[in-house]
């Protein structure tokens, strides 16, 4: 059965962290929701979220893990030494790491994107190149980048779009789901 955490820290982007979670458990994926320092977390706009576990070493294990986004909820991502070391692990055993947002700014700062494409919110992509310059931004709405292991999307908008392409890059079929959820009908009619 194919697992993803999803790693919350406060000031996450509470769109982008529950947008996957309902998705991928609607698709049967098995989805843990794990804070990043605590079981209560506290996203962006003041609405409280509960974990299901707290950060372990466990994290290696999964098939996926999903880093919302949000300014203060990347930084806290982004500066975690043990998170780091974990996605480090994650990327060099080849699974499958997603951010969206300000969210690949965690992602540069632990090296992942080095040689990689990638795309984020607008604007961050500049101070991703500061210090990642071998990372290749990518306007798309989403973006795959298969040698890295790698799933980032652009911002709140476009959370549907990045938790059905993770669901697919793990080989999950999405298209019932697109359809009784209506997305099939937003994408041909944007």
Known sequence: MTRIAVVLADGCEEIEALTPIDVFRRLGIETTIVGLT???????????????ETLTSGLVDYDCVVFPGGSVGAANLRDSDELMKLMRA?????????????????????GLLDGHRFTCYPGV????????????????????????????????????????????TLGVATADLEDGMLYTYLKQNI
């Open 125 to 168: 992509e500049e101070e991703i190149a500061k210090t990642n310059p071998a990372a290749t931004f990518d306007p798309a709405i989403t973006v795959v980048d298969e040698a890295g292991h790698l799933i980032t999307s652009r911002g709140p908008a476009t959370a549907l779009a990045f938790a059905y392409r993770i669901a697919q």
């Open 38 to 52: 605590s079981l209560t977390v506290t996203g962006a706009h003041q609405i409280p979220l509960t974990a299901q």
């Open 90 to 110: 994650r990327q060099q055993a080849g699974k499958w790491n997603a951010a969206m947002c300000a969210a690949p700014l965690a992602f540069a700062r632990y």
